[in-house]
């Protein structure tokens, strides 16, 4: 499975913006999906979390009731639509995919997008 992680920019306090990844193959709908986050010498933090059907989702406290994860298996995608922004927000982002849902651990992962920056200025 390949991602391609887009929708990154730059955007004012209070704002939106919306990621996506596309996956390419045909095993994307097995796959759980997550998004992660990473500041300049910081850790790799998971931000939210998707189960292969779409029904269940899990945050991270911090963007809870802030951001929304969706999926679109018919067009091999994941979203993250991220409201009401904060400068904290400023990371690069990235899509991954692997076969337990829910996990905040990055090892347990199997393939990665390769990061979009969002910059939210104050």
């Known amino acids: 499975v390949q991602l391609q992680a887009s929708g990154g920019g730059l955007v004012q306090a209070g704002g939106s913006l919306r990621l996506s990844c596309t996956a390419s193959?045909?095993?994307?709908?097995?796959?759980?999906m997550g998004w992660f986050r990473q500041a300049p010498g910081k850790e790799r933090e998971f931000v939210a979390g998707?189960?292969?059907?779409?029904?269940?989702?899990v945050y991270a406290d911090s963007v809870k009731g802030r951001f929304i994860i969706s999926r679109d298996n018919a067009k091999n995608t994941v979203y993250l639509q991220m409201n009401s922004l904060k400068p904290e927000d400023t990371h690069v982002y990235y899509c991954?995919?692997?076969?337990?849902?829910?996990?905040?651990?990055?090892?347990?992962?199997?393939?990665w997008g390769q990061g979009t920056l969002v910059t939210v200025s104050s």
């Open positions: 991954a995919a692997g076969r337990s849902y829910g996990a905040f651990a990055p090892q347990s992962y199997d393939y």
């Open positions: 193959g045909r095993t994307f709908s097995s796959y759980a």
């Open positions: 998707i189960k292969w059907n779409g029904i269940s989702t």
